[in-house]
Nanobody, 115 residues
Framework: QVQLVESGGDSVQAGGSLRLSCAAS????????MGWYRQAPGNRRELVAS???????NHADSVKGRFTISRDNAKNTVYLQMNTLKPEDTGVYYC?????????WGQGTQVTVSS
């Protein structure tokens, strides 16, 4: 069983920065694709960024140039560095681990950006 624990969410003003972390238990982290998703009230959950087991990142157009996903396989942790935050970045951010047909979610961490 895999458990994912996110941390780092907070309330910040527009233009600020936050760094989210997601620590994974278990032994499959290094082989898995890791992703960060977010969900704003009334909206569907959307992919923000993902990173392959080999470290190749992919970022949604809405966050390119502002957010950076990275991973540390030695620590079983994936990060999301968020800079130049905007009010539209507000939402609950979820960590996802995907390996083959298996998919696991964290409990989410709240990010609130005020104008």
């Amino acid at each position: 069983q895999v458990q994912l624990v996110e941390s780092g969410g907070d309330s910040v003003q527009a233009g600020g920065s936050l760094r989210l972390s997601c620590a994974a238990s278990g032994s499959i982290f290094s082989a898995a694709v890791m992703g960060w998703y977010r969900q704003a009230p009334g909206n569907r959950r959307e992919l923000v960024a993902s990173i392959t087991s080999g470290g190749s990142p992919n970022h949604a157009d809405s966050v390119k140039g502002r957010f950076t996903i990275s991973r540390d396989n030695a620590k079983n942790t994936v990060y999301l560095q968020m800079n130049t935050l905007k009010p539209e970045d507000t939402g609950v951010y979820y960590c996802n681990l995907r390996l083959g047909t298996r998919s696991y979610w964290g409990q989410g961490t709240q990010v609130t950006v005020s104008s």
